[in-house]
């Protein structure tokens, strides 16, 4: 009997490793320029024609290589950056598999100019895994792949390319990437001879931000970074004010290699809790550094994916850093898109301690600003601070120090209630009465005592006290209608839910009139908050104005 099995050839092995290397013209940018970045280059330059179906081009002036490197590098297998099984631990490059070149070279026209040292160099043409030619060519140092034809001896891979436009969005996307990876080299992509991207080297992230994606959008952003342990976490995050529901960008890096790690950004995401709308998803850069052994980059075809050694932990990390970048006042919004970070100083001088006005609002100690401040439009406080103006909206405010407070009260003593001289008696719908049921004990919590009475009628013993114009019976009325309503239906967890709902009935409205010391108490409370910047429907509660850009506007600097 002949045998069944047979070992395949060659060619058609490294075909179908290619399909897990080369998907499409924007998987063979990657590896190139992978390669290109893994040879030290300082400057990396791409050009693709149709979406790089016809033609994809890499140019480095990395460290190139000799005639016979450049002979072995096309064959499988065939790697300078690991040894041995123990060299993946730890590895620094994006390399180490000696695959991308043999597949990419197995299923186009291929390429390869190379020179060491600028004065020998060589070039090498390989169509279909198959070689046909090796000579001498003159260039300066770095190396120089083109890829032409991709997929002309595989038709069935050629059909499932996507229209042109959609390749080069595709590209467009591997070169960002790998763009935000190393800032400290420049890039330039252009396609069909336009120029899609031009970045030079820099020493700031940020730039490279600005750079590729515009100032207004690298303005959105507040810097992160955190160190726990073995892990350091560095980026960027976007002010949950300025986040959107579509069209955000989400890149995590693992010791500089771009991942996709969905569990990394929900828990960046987590973060956020509280100051965010629901739906609206916020932009984030996260640079993520651990030890080589608590990571393994080895785990996924394209590898696209690592695995931690410690997830839970990570995550945690991640989301802690993410929360403590939006602590700081320097996380409030901008007056404007283009103005400059807030970096004041917020306490204006000697800070005041007197009898709260806002009993309810959380921390015992009420600290009073010692400066003036202005209302606006009975909505809108306005106070000079050594750095500028900021603007603070009334509600907003005071709905995030009553969230910050409800929660204390939820997962602690509860409030401290006021009983009040005369009950007040309301009416309900059944479904209002059912959701008074439900929430009884958090109502109870923040100081609501309820008691059924007859029908639909209940009694209110009890009632929070947050300022001092708050309408009792209103708030439990709204509060209630919103509980029965399902409304803030987008938080997952119940206690944030019902203290963000209980924070927005209760807060002083817009329109309120507030004297000058009811002003000074809410913006202590504000400034004393863990989250001071944002309220819980992802709005600003304060809007800076820096002093420069008022110079600026007056010609003054
Ligand atoms: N632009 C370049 N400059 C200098 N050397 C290069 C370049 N591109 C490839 N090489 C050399 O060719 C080898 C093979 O490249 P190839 O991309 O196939 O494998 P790799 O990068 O080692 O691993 P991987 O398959 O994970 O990308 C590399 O290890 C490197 O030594
Ligand atoms: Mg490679």
């Not at 069909?192 to 490279?208: G, N, Q, S, W, Y």
């Not at 001289?421 to 958090?442: C, K, Q, V, Y």
Request: include cysteine.
């Amino acid at each position: 009997m002949t045998p069944r099995i047979a070992i395949l050839p060659d060619a058609v092995a490294d075909q179908i490793a290619a399909g897990e290397v080369v998907e499409r013209p924007a998987s063979v940018v990657k590896e190139l320029v992978e390669n290109a970045l893994d040879a030290g280059a300082r400057s990396v330059r791409i050009a693709i024609e149709d979406g790089g179906k016809t033609l994809i081009r890499v140019s480095d002036d990395g460290e190139g290589m000799s005639r016979a490197d450049a002979e072995l590098a096309i064959a499988r297998h065939a790697t300078s950056k690991i040894r041995s099984a123990v060299d993946l631990i730890g590895v620094g490059t994006f390399g180490f598999r000696g695959e991308a070149l043999p597949a990419i070279a197995s299923v186009s026209r291929f390429e390869l100019e190379t020179s060491p040292d600028g004065r020998s160099g060589t070039r090498l043409r390989v169509a279909g895994a198959k070689l046909e030619g090796v000579e001498d060519a003159v260039r300066q140092r770095g190396t120089t792949v083109t890829v032409r034809a991709l997929f002309f001896n595989t038709p069935a891979r050629r059909k499932f390319l996507r229209a042109q436009a959609a390749e080069t969005r595709a590209v467009v996307d591997a070169v960002t990437v790998l763009a935000l990876a190393r800032p400290d080299v420049a890039f330039t992509l252009t396609s069909d001879e336009r120029t899609l991207i031009d970045v030079p080297a820099t020493t700031e992230p940020l730039d490279r931000v600005h750079g590729l994606w515009g100032r207004a959008f690298a303005e959105t952003l507040v810097p992160v970074a955190h160190r726990e342990g073995p892990l350091e976490v560095t980026g960027f995050a976007q002010r949950p004010a300025q986040a959107k529901p579509a069209g955000r960008k989400a890149h995590v890096f693992v010791h500089g290699r771009p991942i996709r790690d969905p569990f990394i950004v929900r828990a960046a995401e987590a973060g956020y809790r509280s100051t965010i709308a629901p739906g609206d998803r916020p932009s984030l850069l996260l640079f993520l550094e651990l030890p080589g052994d608590a990571i393994d980059v080895n785990v996924h075809p394209a590898k696209l994916e690592v695995r931690f050694r410690d997830k839970f932990f990570v995550e945690r990390v991640v989301e802690e850093t993410v929360r403590n970048a939006l602590a700081p006042l320097a996380a409030a919004a901008p007056f404007q898109d283009s103005g400059q970070p807030w970096q004041g100083d917020w306490s204006g001088g000697s800070i005041a301690r007197q009898e709260a006005f806002f009993p309810e609002s959380g921390a015992t100690d009420a600290t009073r600003p010692a400066f003036d401040i202005l209302q606006l439009f009975e909505t809108y406080l306005v106070f000079q601070s050594d750095s500028g103006v900021a603007i603070v909206d009334q509600h907003s405010a005071h709905e995030r120090v009553l969230y910050e407070g409800a929660m204390r009260q939820l997962t602690g003593d509860g409030a401290p209630a006021q009983r009040l001289l005369l009950p007040l008696t309301l009416e309900f719908s059944p479904a209002e009465l059912d959701a008074i049921d439900e929430h009884r004990p958090l109502l109870q919590r923040v100081g609501y005592e309820i008691e059924p009475f007859s029908g639909r009628t209940v009694v209110i013993h009890t009632a929070p006290n947050p300022h001092p114009r708050f309408d009792a019976a209103q708030c439990l009325q709204e509060l209630v209608a919103d509980l029965a309503g399902g409304r803030f239906g987008g938080w997952a967890n119940r206690l944030e839910r019902f203290a963000a709902t209980f924070a927005c009935r209760a807060a002083i409205k817009a329109g309120q009139h507030l004297s000058p010391e009811e002003m000074r108490e809410l913006i202590g409370r504000l400034l004393t908050a863990t989250l001071p910047a944002h309220d819980v429907h992802g709005r600003p509660t304060i809007v800076q104005l820096p002093k420069d850009e008022l110079e600026r506007r007056f010609g003054r600097t």
